[in-house]
């Protein structure tokens, strides 16, 4: 196999010129949230590197993470799929079927032994020696192991891949399984979410493709760039929250005028995830300013933390039924109280959160 | 062995055994089998679901007000629709009554997805078994541009433009990291098109990809997100408020006017694109016309969708056609019950499950789901399947007859339905193509039928939305802004025990869900779907289902490199993730039960 071609001199073949590569690399910059002079580091590492292989395999799925991942506006999913990455296997948009997909596995793993990346959709089922997925006639998890054996690192999208997802809610009855239980001596990079929002699953992978190593992340496997900090911790209807404007119910005064949606089942409270900062669909909305309250999708055993539409009953900094009823009668005694909560919650989550490296994470703070 | 098959088909597996395992560029895992005779040409056909998730087990004992979000993560792909059965499926159950508008904005969110899945569906996961990216390197972007503002008056056609992309595309594959086109079927003797053709296709495939991510956007302005926006069991969850305090966090002008932006966008994309591009290539492929028509000419149903008012799910107060045709029999279009026991009823002699008596269907409120995973004569171990036995089980996929019919469900059965039905606004869209392509009716009964059935469908429902976003306007000028009836929300006001019925047609057919609501929990819930009706294994008479029979008859330049098969297979659009999901209604223990 000759030289590898560099994400930049593609791009420069591409007939865009230096300077609108370097605004590229600015914007990359920006949407990581970096500081202004990491662009140049972004420009350096695209200059030098080949585009890294990527091997994306399903599990049992629905395939909601492929499709969060083409919405993704910055980047294009077309760049990223055209001139960033490599996506050498992925069932849902491959040309290739049978035998010829699976030979592309095969392939990028002999000529890309240790270097190329392995994304996982889903999750594999154990139970009954792993036949509730049989892609190719085997278990899915034979597969998934192989493939794992020789990645560089794994990419575990979605709540599926991540913590299990619907179908190993409870009773689980496939053993529907997260892929850290399967794959254990390689880093795993979690995004969870069902789906995961599109511009971090991009996000996740131009930091890759950037620095050449995986985002910091916290104690279970999240990039903290996109994870530390609960859906309620920013949202823009926590004022309501904190003044003990609630909506009642859908379709009432208080939902019409935009109050906090937490009696009517919000999850934003206990949820970490970007929703309520990057939002969706190139920032057009997220759940919460659509009316109805986050489902928590991006924690482990959302699923079974139900019924949705109760009030959540075990906030985790203080009680949240009286506080809630509290908050309606003396408003201005409890903000007090939920500040000083919320307060000692964050130093508590700081003091659980080890980097992959802490020296790598102060650089580029 | 050659055999007939009571629904009219001739299977003879005597010849070279072929596995196509993955079928790529669909939703979830299938796997295809035929046997070719001497001249290659299809004699046997095998479709196998291999997934199986069990979602309907783990709904037992929730809140029935919750299942949606369950069943919505059945299919990521056609993101709503099982969300939009489940929750017609409890309205059903307990007599909840919806407000107009809830009613209009959930045809605006189901037309949203119509338009941009089959987009998706034609340029992502079928247009590669038609369009040759390697030839396109070859095509002069002089006559590409000749050739494109010759079918469309779309402004991105200059020869620059096409210049530009060719080049990238020559250094993409010069890279030699061909990523998603590795390894495809380029320069078979199948492909068709002109290299001009082939580039300006590429270059669509390119701009769909950016395209239908704005689409979209509107189910993320009425359900926060897209995929999987939210829904309410009730009405809808987002406000409206144009003219009050906070409407700045409601539906409110701004909001409404984004909508009706993306929609005129929408509009102009399909019309201007899409439907120019695939009667393009559609021309070059006529002899298509008359292969994989499989049930298509015979066995066809719809439910109907798309209420024109708020609480009515008759026949007459829908867009979408409702009836089946049976036997070929064009000149009627029978109704259908979903709650009468002798209608829907699904089999399961060759899928992986087990039954008391294998013999007799089951309708879905007395469904069972066992799992049985005997892979009986297969060749191979069941960890290593090399090639199934389509005489025993073979299939996580069940097999859903109607009235003992296997049926063919999708975008050409409405279009078929509605168009025997002599529905106007179809016979307006199909009989100008027939025209203009030249060929006869008979022609949609086929892979190029379904896959133009499909683009015309596109077009439909992009107008509809339109007409259903002018509406909206209509009602709240008209003083109405209410989106939910809360009235029946909390579970205290509900019946001890209630079952209903929800049905929608998805992108790719007739879906339905039936629960049984047992103090204020659900006691059981049953999802049929289209794929399941597509994908079919044979059932205890031996009728063979919609993607076999489809698959008979064609001939194969070469069996080892299946486009053939990918062509009429995704002419279905699969859906594999919703075909394999079925429910023990019997109250097992399925973690218990042990897979011999």
């Known amino acids: 196999m000759g030289r590898q071609e560099t994400f930049y001199e593609l791009i420069r073949r591409q007939g865009i010129s230096r300077r609108n590569f370097l605004k590229f690399c600015s914007l990359s910059a920006a949407s990581l949230g970096l500081a202004p002079h990491f662009a140049g580091k972004i420009a350096h590492a695209m200059e030098t590197k080949p585009r890294v292989p990527v091997l994306w395999l399903h599990g049992l799925e629905c395939t909601c993470c492929t499709e969060s991942f083409i919405r993704s506006a910055h980047p294009l999913a077309k760049d990223v799929i055209l001139s960033m990455v490599s996506l050498d296997y992925d069932d849902t948009i491959m040309a290739a079927a049978g035998h010829q997909a699976e030979q592309a596995i095969e392939d990028v793993m002999r000529d890309y032994k240790g270097q190329y990346i392995l994304a996982v959709e889903g999750n594999p089922p154990l139970a009954e020696d792993g036949i509730f997925c049989i892609p190719g006639g085997k278990p899915f998890v034979d597969k998934l192991k192989h493939v794992a054996a020789d990645a560089a690192a794994v990419i575990a999208w979605g709540s599926c891949a991540s913590w299990g997802c619907v179908q190993a809610a409870k009773p689980n009855p496939t053993q529907a399984t997260p892929i850290h239980k399967v794959i254990k001596n390689k880093p795993i990079v979690k995004v969870p979410g069902c789906p995961p929002i599109a511009e971090v699953m991009t996000g996740v992978i131009t930091y890759y493709v950037t620095f050449g190593e995986l985002p910091a992340l916290d104690k279970q496997g999240r990039p903290l760039m996109f994870y530390s900090q609960r859906v309620h911790d920013k949202c823009y209807r926590r004022c309501h929250f904190d003044a003990g404007q609630f909506a009642e119910t859908f379709d009432d005064r208080g939902s019409r005028e935009g109050y906090c949606l937490y009696k009517v089942g919000c999850r934003g409270p206990t949820t970490y995830n970007a929703c309520s900062t990057t939002r969706w669909n190139e920032g057009v909305s997220f759940p919460i300013a659509s009316g109805h309250g986050c489902l928590g999708c991006s924690e482990p055993d959302f699923w079974d933390n139900g019924p949705f539409y109760e009030r959540l009953q075990t906030f985790p900094q203080f009680g949240a039924e009286a506080t809630a009823n509290r908050i309606g009668a003396t408003a201005a005694a409890v903000v007090g109280v939920g500040i000083a909560a919320h307060a000692g919650l964050t130093a508590l989550r700081q003091a659980k959160v080890k980097p992959n490296s802490p020296a790598e994470t102060d650089k580029r703070a | 062995m050659s055999i007939a098959t009571p629904n009219g088909f001739q299977l003879d597996n005597s010849g ?241 006017n984004m909508v009706g932006r993306i929609i005129d966008r929408t509009i102009e994309f399909i019309d201007q694109v899409y439907i120019p591009d695939l009667l393009a290539i559609a021309s070059f492929y006529k002899d298509w016309a008359s292969i994989g028509g499989g049930l298509s000419s015979k066995y066809l149903m719809s439910y109907g969708d798309l209420p024109k008012s708020a609480n009515n799910y008759s026949p007459d107060n829908m867009m979408f056609p409702t009836g089946v045709i049976i036997d070929g029999n064009l000149n009627e279009v029978l109704p259908i019950d979903l709650m009468k026991e002798d209608e829907v009823q699904e089999f399961v002699n060759h899928s992986w499950y087990k039954y008391a008596d294998e013999a007799t269907g089951l309708h879905p409120l007395k469904g069972e789901t066992v799992p049985n995973f005997d892979i009986g004569g297969a060749k191979g171990t069941r960890t290593a399947i090399e090639a199934v036995d389509e005489a025993s089980k073979y299939s996580w996929v069940k097999a859903p007859r109607w009235k003992g019919h296997a049926m063919e469900v999708g975008p050409l059965a409405r279009f078929v339905i509605g168009y025997v039905k002599g529905q106007e606004d179809i016979k307006a869209l199909v009989d100008p193509v027939l025209a203009q392509l030249g060929v006869p009716v008979t022609a949609l009964f086929s892979t190029l039928g379904r896959t133009a059935a499909r683009g015309l469908e596109c077009t439909w429902a992009a107008h509809k939305l339109k007409d259903e976003y002018n509406k909206l306007l209509a009602n709240i000028k008209a003083g109405d802004i209410n989106t939910a009836n809360m009235a029946n929300f909390e579970p205290s006001t509900w019946k001890k025990s209630a079952q209903g019925v929800g049905f929608v047609e998805a992108p790719r057919g007739a879906l339905a869900h039936w629960i049984d609501i047992e103090d204020k929990k659900i006691k059981n819930y049953q999802c049929v779907v289209p794929t399941t009706w597509n994908a079919s294994p044979r059932d205890p008479a031996g009728k063979i289902g919609a993607y076999e029979a489809a698959l008979l008859d064609t001939p194969m330049h070469d069996p080892n490199l299946p486009l053939e098969i990918l062509r009429t297979i995704h002419s279905f659009d699969p859906c594999l993730a919703c075909a394999t999901h079925v429910l023990d209604m019997e109250g097992n223990e399925l973690t218990s039960v042990k897979v011999r």
Not at chain 2, 51 to 58: K, P, S, T
Not at chain 2, 175 to 203: C, T
Request: glycine fraction near 8%.
């Open chain 2, 16 to 256: 070279k055994r072929v596995v196509v395992d993955p079928i790529t560029r669909i939703e979830g895992h299938l796997r295809i089998e035929v046997n070719v005779d001497e001249n290659n040409i299809i004699r046997n056909a095998v479709s196998t679901g291999t997934m199986w998730r069990g979602l309907e087990v783990i709904l037992r004992g929730r809140d029935p007000r919750d299942a949606w979000a369950f069943v919505q993560r059945i299919c990521g792909v056609c993101t709503g629709t099982h969300a939009l059965a489940s929750i017609r499926s409890v309205e059903n159950a307990l007599g909840i009554e919806i407000p107009e508008n809830a009613n209009t904005i959930r045809n605006i969110m189901h037309l949203t997805l119509f338009a941009q899945d089959h987009l998706v569906h034609f340029y992502h996961l079928h247009a590669l078994d038609w369009v040759d990216v390697v030839s396109a390197l070859s095509a002069d972007p002089k006559a590409t541009s000749e050739l494109a503002q010759s079918l469309s008056s779309w402004p991105m056609s200059s020869p620059g433009y096409f210049r530009d992309l060719q080049n990238r595309l020559k250094k993409f594959v010069e890279s030699g990291q061909l990523g998603p086109f590795r390894n495809g079927y380029w320069g078979h003797p199948a492909y068709k098109l002109p290299p001009e053709a082939n580039l300006m296709a590429v270059a669509h495939y390119l701009e769909a990809l950016d395209f239908q991510k704005e689409i979209v956007k509107i189910q993320a302005i009425f359900g926060g997100r897209n995929p999987h926006p939210n829904w309410l069991v009730g009405g809808v969850p987002s406000p409206i408020n144009l003219n009050d305090v906070g409407a700045v966090g409601a539906i409110n002008m701004e909001r409404l």
